[in-house]
């Protein structure tokens, strides 16, 4: 079935079979080569124009079947391969029934996928298999543009999913083959070569790029999902929980998706000091912790220099302040993350927030875009040294009836530690004395850890019904969650208040822009405890028996416990190799970071930003609709006088003749220097002009002067092929030559 209409092909054919030089019908033989002629062109240029667009749908639609079903994309695949085998071989379309049949069996398979046609995720679904379904009835013109305007919806709808920069040249790539073909559909008679039309749809891409620029910077911002449905109009995204079991941080481990980058003003901690403060965790079920929901009590803050006041809940040392900006990714999710102990909200212009009692910091919505925040943490704090121990006993809470072996060994920790301790009783306070005991049994705890063979693994074994047990006698392997858990369970066990803090720990500094990149692989749960008169402490189980974890981050770690070949990459660190490919990553992740925040985290206030430079001070809807306008008429001006005014190439063939007629005026007029007879005139044919010219020119130059005119009427005149063409110039350019020589 041919790609272009019945009355397109008619009128081609008339066009195309009748001869350039000459309004006569030619013999019925002679126009029914003609017509022989003309079928087979239109034959090639249809297969060769539906296989262009046919691979332009695969380049569009390659982006979605990493997050479509399978079904789906098989189904596209399909609808495409049947298509070019028809366009192939030349058959007809099917009944226009049967794709009418294929929507509705296509709407029936899509609501029990989704339970519904509408929405995002359903929608997008739908409209490519109706986008497949398009390609069995493409008989008019019409159906051409359908399709073309179908892929650039489908296009759009690929930033739902992902709008990194790589999807960015994607999808010009796309938009480029797309315009390619709806360039080729506007030639009816004469088509030029594909060089052509490709560079003609490039230039187009090429004059919207400053347009486009110009609505991004001047366009209002909108607030809000790209998707107009609420229900789902945020997917799910990797990252932490409000639970964590056995395994859960195994799996964000094997993840590099950046979770946020921070860049610090005036000292950046060191690694050690990075621990990035997320959801916090009290309640344990035997299996998994969730957070503890309590009353929420406002914090108050004091200097380290004040003077004592025991209504106080936090103090901080102002020595150990760390100043820094975050660039949060999208998470879904309401909490923030701050380095350490952040006493006061960070600040921010797209949501507000505020500290709980737990020190964890979260936001007043959730985190549906890119969000920059600024925060002050302090490295040196107390926290809760002047709460009261009744009200720690929500984080003294255990499961009956779970891990019996773990509260046997509290049982021998407390008693062991009672006989060494029974002479220091009655000569210290008994807060002091309590606090020391507590910190006591926390060493042994942590000797235990460090002593007694764990192993840092991101495969452990599986646990059961009594999983700190099994993890704490058994098998003795884990990652950072079976430490944290098990730590914080048998501090309970020990009547020590603690609680799970999960969060981020470490991240690696840029050299190239200076940020801190915090990925999802270095999600961390670590254990704090609370000690009478001291108030809560930071207590990380992992750092016993992988050091390098805190140090120098998960993949090292990883690599000295288990030797994982993933993680020594080329001969590892330090071979020539590995150092190159951490340069190239580092730039590559720098780019994007600018991507990041100068185009996809490009909000009000950035706008707002940049047009202060640009001398608007006031921003609102009429200011930017003037500066739009007027921004649109100096781009539209520009491009109008690039394509008005451009410079007309001549046809080298016309230059080189012209070079012919002008050696042999010189020879004709040697022989009458006085008169400019010999010169062509504009209107004069070559044949003409050499006849008038002949008997003037010397003997030996007329045999070439023959030659070369007739070669040139041979070029201009004659009907030839690609190669053909190609051979004329070349004999036409090397007779000029020899002409002139």
């Known amino acids: 079935m041919s790609l272009l209409p019945q009355s397109w092909r008619s009128s081609s054919a008339g066009l195309s079979s009748r001869p350039a030089a000459s309004f006569t019908s030619p013999p019925s033989r002679d126009r029914a080569v003609s017509r022989v002629i003309a079928a087979i062109a239109r034959r090639e240029r249809e297969v060769r124009d539906m296989m ?25 695949v399909a609808l495409i391969v049947w298509r070019a085998w028809i366009t192939w071989r030349g058959h007809r379309l099917p009944h226009r029934l049967l794709p009418i049949a294929l929507t509705c069996v296509a709407g029936i398979a899509v609501w029990l996928q989704y339970r519904t046609i509408f929405g995002k995720d359903a929608g997008v679904a739908f409209v490519v298999i109706l986008l497949g379904l398009k390609l069995l009835e493409m008989r008019a013109r019409r159906d051409i543009f359908v399709v073309i305007f179908l892929c650039l919806f489908v296009m759009l709808t690929a930033l739902f999913e992902s709008q990194s920069m790589a999807m960015a040249a994607v999808l010009m790539v796309g938009l480029w083959m797309l315009v390619t073909a709806l360039v080729s559909v506007q030639f009816v008679s004469r088509e030029p070569r594909w060089r052509v039309k490709a560079s003609m749809a490039a230039r187009l891409v090429l004059y919207a790029l400053p347009l486009m620029a110009a609505l991004f910077v001047f366009f209002p911002r909108v607030e809000g999902p790209l998707w107009g449905m609420p229900s789902d109009a945020y997917a799910a995204k990797t990252g932490l929980s409000e639970t964590m079991s056995p395994g859960s941080f195994g799996r964000l481990s ?11 003003t005036g000292r950046t901690p060191v690694p050690a000091e990075r621990y990035w403060r997320g959801p916090v965790l009290g309640v344990f079920d035997g299996r998994a912790w969730t957070p503890l929901t309590s009353s929420l009590m406002p914090l108050r803050v004091r200097r380290a220099s004040a003077s004592t006041n025991a209504s106080r809940n936090i103090v901080i040392d102002p020595a150990s302040a760390v100043d820094y900006s975050v660039t949060l990714e999208p998470s879904n999710r309401p909490w923030l993350f701050a380095l350490d102990i952040l006493p006061e909200r960070p600040t921010s212009s797209a949501f507000a927030a505020r500290v709980r009692p737990d020190l964890q910091v979260v936001a007043d919505s959730l985190i549906h875009d890119r969000v920059l925040y600024t925060a002050r943490s302090y490295t040196r704090y107390r926290v809760g040294g002047d709460e009261s121990r009744a009200r720690m006993q929500d984080w003294l809470e255990l499961p009956p009836g779970f891990n019996p072996r773990t509260h046997a060994l509290a049982a021998q920790m407390q008693a062991e530690a009672g006989r060494s301790e029974a002479g220091l009783a009655g000569s210290i306070e008994r807060t002091n004395e309590e606090a020391r005991h507590n910190r006591a049994l926390i060493d042994r705890a942590i000797a235990m850890i460090r002593t007694q063979g764990f192993v840092y693994t991101l495969d452990p074994p599986p646990l059961g019904r009594d999983s700190v047990d099994e993890f704490l006698f058994d098998s003795k392997r884990g990652y950072c969650e079976h430490y944290a858990s098990a730590f914080v369970v048998l501090m309970r066990a020990l009547d020590i208040p603690a609680r799970v803090v999960t969060g981020y720990q470490g991240g690696e500094i840029n050299p190239v822009d200076g940020y801190l990149e915090v990925r999802q692989r270095d999600a961390h749960a670590w254990a704090e405890v609370w000690l009478t008169g001291e108030g809560w402490m930071r207590v990380d189980p992992t750092a016993a028996v992988a050091p390098d974890r805190i140090e120098r981050g998960t993949a090292e770690a990883l690599a000295d416990a288990q030797g994982f070949a993933g993680f020594k990459v080329f001969g590892g660190q330090g071979s ?15 780019v994007g970071n600018a991507w990041n925040q100068w185009v996809l985290a490009y909000n009000t206030d950035r706008q707002s930003s940049l047009l202060s430079g640009l001398g608007i001070e006031k921003i609102d809807w009429q200011v930017l609709t003037i500066a739009l306008i007027i921004t649109f008429g100096a781009l539209l001006a520009g491009i109008g006088a690039l394509t008005v005014f451009r410079r007309v190439r001549p046809d080298p063939m016309v230059m080189l003749y012209d070079k012919a007629c002008a050696t042999l005026a010189r020879a004709a007029r040697s022989k009458d220097a006085a008169t400019h007879a010999s010169e062509r005139h504009a209107s004069e044919g070559p044949r003409a002009y050499l006849a008038r010219i002949r008997e003037r020119l010397p003997e030996p130059l007329r045999a070439r002067a023959d030659a070369t005119i007739a070669l040139y009427e041979q070029l201009r005149c004659a009907r030839h092929d690609a190669g053909g063409g190609a051979t004329l110039r070349a004999r036409f350019a090397a007779s000029v030559a020899a002409l002139r020589s």
């Open 52 to 76: 262009w667009l046919l691979l332009t749908l695969v380049w569009v639609l390659a982006p979605h079947a990493l997050v479509l079903p399978s079904w789906v994309s098989a189904t596209v």
């Open 254 to 264: 094997e993840s590099r998706e950046i979770a946020f980058r921070a860049r610090f």
């Open 576 to 590: 020539w190799l590995a150092d190159l490919l951490q340069k190239t990553r580092f730039n590559w992740d720098a």
